[in-house]
């Protein structure tokens, strides 16, 4: 029979403030605040979750596909961004729900940072609060539900959150310059198949699997992006949209003090290339399996293929833009790519591309060589000898070059 876990619901701090029974001082102000989420499926980033018997459950109970093997179904509930009543960098859950054996019930947290992104995913459990990256006025929750090996769903039945500041600060701030690392990259294939973030795996697809959901985008989303090089000269920024190959709760980009599992790697290391290489954990994974190739990102076709020009499996120079902080803007969604130029013109060399939604870091924005002016002369440089028109990219107040 399913295992129950009922926890009690918190009462919410201020609660008097709000009723008005107390006058509000300086030292009154709430410093935490409690609720009840809203466990309303309605589609957009939600993934494969119902709302049945007044509970949340997995709606197709197949296994999932990867490319290393398949996985129990799984299916994630994206509540609404919400602003708590004071600043926060500490969130704890509460959760009732029916867990059969080996199923689980995941609850995550994140941030916005002060440079308008998101940071981090980070996992709550019972006892155990999501820890921010830093002090943050707005959060939001995700809930993974994780069928059972025998294919048996979960059932979320109600959910609390209490927000609140630690004393002493849990956050590693990002610095100015994400981390960039040279690991080795497979194919993912796949094609019609989901993946960890719902979307279904085209034909010519661009987005890449990492090893954690803690850098996974909502589906159709650029929140964690990274830039992959095959060379120096072929470079593509793609989103994270499917969690793997090998292991998937390798934060390998993080440094050990954040990095929730293998920390005693060096940063920027897969767990799958030490165990592929030096027999890191006898050779396996996570889950026990022998690691056969050190893959430590997954490129589905089209950033594998037409983007990097790749014919096999190779060593690929990533890019994690979101382990740093500065502007950045979203490639709009008109086009199957975004030519990335060696100069700002449409005739200078392409020197990259950039997927639909992907997020890019930039510097400023340029007028077109030679002088011209008038739409489409304005280009936004994302580095040395790299630009896209701008009138492609969600950006805000790009300062002039």
């Given amino acids: ?54 509970a949340v459950r997995l709606g197709n109970l197949a296994p999932r596909r990867t490319s290393t093997g398949d996985v129990p179904a799984e299916g994630d509930l994206l509540l609404a961004p919400r602003r708590p009543a004071a600043v926060t960098d500490r969130v ?89 690392s040279r690991v080795f990259a497979t ?7 989901d993946t960890a973030n719902g979307h279904e795996v085209e034909r010519d697809d661009r987005f890449v699997a990492l090893p954690s959901r803690r850098g996974l985008s909502p589906r159709g989303g650029g929140d964690y992006t990274v830039r992959v090089c095959a060379t120096a000269t072929r470079c593509t920024w793609a989103p994270v ?9 390798d934060d390998y980009w993080n440094p050990a003090e ?21 027999g890191y954990r006898g050779g396996r994974d996570a889950t026990g399996r022998r690691v056969t190739n050190p893959a430590g990102i997954d490129l589905a076709d089209g950033t594998f293929r037409d983007d990097l020009g790749l014919t096999d499996n190779a060593w690929v120079t990533v890019t994690y833009l979101w382990t740093g902080r500065g502007p950045s ?3 709009l969604d008109r086009a199957t790519r975004l030519d990335v130029r060696a100069a700002p013109a449409p005739d200078a060399a392409v020197v990259g591309s950039v997927a639909p939604q992907a997020r890019m870091s930039y510097e400023c924005a340029a007028q077109a060589a030679g002088g011209r002016t008038g739409v489409g002369t304005r280009w936004i440089r994302l580095g040395t000898a790299q630009y896209v028109p701008a009138e492609l990219v969600e950006a805000r107040d790009v300062p002039s070059c």
């Fill in 1 to 54: 029979m399913p295992g129950r876990r009922v926890l009690l619901a918190a009462v919410a701090v201020g609660a008097a403030l709000a009723a008005g029974l107390i006058a509000p001082s300086a030292s009154a102000l709430p410093s935490s605040e409690s609720w009840a989420a809203e466990l309303a499926v309605d589609g957009g980033d939600d993934s494969n979750v119902v709302v049945r018997d007044e």
């Fill in 92 to 180: 704890a859950t509460e959760v009732t729900a029916d867990v059969p054996a080996g199923a689980q019930v995941i609850v995550a947290v994140r941030g916005i940072r002060d440079d308008g992104t998101w940071g981090e995913w980070d996992e709550a459990g019972t006892g155990d609060p999501a820890e921010l990256s830093e002090l943050t006025s707005e959060i939001q929750v995700r809930i993974t539900l994780v069928a059972s090996t025998d294919g048996r769903s979960p059932a979320l039945r109600r959910l609390w959150l209490t927000a609140d500041r630690s004393p002493v600060g849990f956050g590693v701030p990002a610095p100015a310059t994400a981390l960039t």
């Fill in 187 to 193: 194919r993912i294939g796949l094609v019609g198949n």
């Fill in 241 to 249: 949209w499917d969690v793997g190959p090998w292991n998937t709760r």
């Fill in 258 to 278: 954040l990095r929730r599992t293998f920390a005693d790697l060096p940063r920027g290391r897969p767990a799958a290339e030490a165990a592929f290489v030096e």
């Fill in 329 to 331: 803007g979203t490639a």
